[in-house]
């Protein structure tokens, strides 16, 4: 029986969702291995991240091409793009080293991986290993909802480069900013209970966002692009600039600032 794990995403059965996590789960444990291997032989900044994003990529490509159903098409950012994903219903998304750049700076853990399942172009399945924290959070069972917001909503950003549109919520809602690195631990960040809003309006791909997005909305949250439209993915061209996923009750004032923030 097909497992609805929330509204928002489509249905997938239990063995996707389970897949996702052990995937990501793996590729994540073998990551912080290399990590620790080759900076204690001295190997830091862009061979490490080169080697990280190679070596997290072949595994989960193995581990797909041993796993997956019959049909189903995977869409990597570091692999070839493959035309036969534009014909099947189920892809697979995945991202083999979100965060490259805190990947390489040990000891920084704001880096994941990702691994997300869409169905006719809707996340279904998903998971986003957080593997310097030792945690994956997936989409069944799906993450708690933390608790209430604090006096102060929290409005995530990135540390190198703050997009305009997210200082402007952070504006409008009285919000602090916090700091972090990749896509993925941006957004697990609301479900960790340290942020409640995250914000994207600097040019992203559908691998940044797809499995932080299943998750999220397995969690409940809100997710979907600044100008509220659905977030929809394996599309012919990749490039997915934009998302809101923040709190639900946090929604409406969210896209009100967003539809209001200087181009």
Not at 52 to 65: I, P, Q, V, W
Not at 84 to 91: A, H, M, S, T
Not at 138 to 156: E, H, L
């Amino acid at each position: 029986m097909a497992d609805t794990t929330a509204p928002g995403l489509a249905p997938a059965e239990p063995a996707d969702h389970a897949l996702a996590t052990e995937l990501a789960t793996a590729a994540g444990e073998l990551l912080v291995d290399l990590r620790v291997r080759r900076t204690t032989e001295g190997v830091t900044g862009s061979m490490l991240k080169d080697e990280g994003d190679r070596a997290s990529h072949e595994y989960l490509m193995e581990r797909f091409a041993e796993r997956l159903a019959a049909g189903d098409a995977v869409l990597s950012e570091e692999g070839r793009d493959d035309p036969r994903r534009l014909e099947v219903d189920r892809v697979w998304i995945v991202d083999p080293l979100d965060g490259t750049r805190e990947f390489g700076e040990p000891p920084r853990t704001d880096w994941a991986v990702h691994v997300a399942l869409t169905v006719d172009g809707v996340p279904a399945a998903g998971a986003v290993a957080l593997p310097a924290l030792g945690i994956t959070l997936g989409t069944s069972p799906a993450p708690p909802m933390p608790g209430s917001i604090p006096f102060k909503p929290r409005v995530i950003v990135s540390r190198s480069r703050p997009p305009a549109a997210a200082t402007h919520v952070a504006e409008a809602l009285g919000a602090d900013l916090v700091e972090l690195g990749s896509a993925g631990a941006k957004a697990m960040a609301i479900l960790r209970g340290e942020a409640d809003v995250y914000v994207h309006a600097g040019g992203q791909y559908e691998w940044d966002s797809c499995a932080p997005v299943a998750v999220a909305l397995a969690a409940g949250l809100h997710c979907s692009r600044i100008d509220g439209s659905p977030l929809r993915y394996n599309r012919v061209d990749a490039y997915l600039p934009d998302l809101l996923i923040c709190r639900p009750e946090l929604a409406s004032p969210c896209l009100a600032a967003l539809a209001d923030a200087p181009s």
